[in-house]
């Protein structure tokens, strides 16, 4: 059983910087793409940055170019998105997710959270003014 657990979202002031962190367990994920999405009260998930576990090539949303880095460690299982720069319009629950990554390279699919079958329970990401 596929299983994501999130960590490292918290309060931080503009410009300030975190890591957030996503422990993956249950299979092998050489087949398959992570990526991170965030969403706010009324709002749809949107993409914010993905990276294919195998090869790791790196994908991100406009906004979050430059300021965002998405990287993975294979021994831990773990992906990780190191948010530096971060303005108040950032502030959203940011969940990680798993895909197959045949079709990553199209940004339909990697940015269509409804063809992610994997979730994390979210992390609150507060940044304040």
């Known amino acids: 059983q596929v299983q994501l657990v999130e960590s490292g979202g918290g309060l931080v002031q503009a410009g300030g910087s975190l890591r957030l962190s996503c422990a993956a367990s249950?299979?092998?994920?050489?087949?398959?793409?992570m990526a991170w999405f965030c969403q706010v009260p009324g709002k749809e998930r949107e993409f914010v940055a993905g990276?294919?576990?195998?090869?790791?090539?790196?994908y991100y949303a406009d906004s979050v170019k430059g300021r965002f880095t998405i990287s993975r460690d294979n021994a831990k299982n773990t992906v990780y998105l190191q948010m530096n720069s971060l303005k108040p319009e950032d502030t959203a629950v940011y969940y990680c997710?798993?895909?197959?990554?045949?079709?990553?390279?199209?940004?339909?699919?990697?940015?269509?959270?409804?063809?992610?079958?994997?979730w994390g329970q979210g992390t609150q990401v507060t940044v304040s003014s």
């Open positions: 990276i294919r576990w195998s090869g790791g090539s790196t």
């Open positions: 249950g299979r092998s994920f050489s087949s398959y793409a």
């Open positions: 997710a798993l895909t197959l990554s045949r079709y990553y390279s199209d940004n339909y699919y990697r940015s269509n959270y409804e063809l992610y079958d994997h």
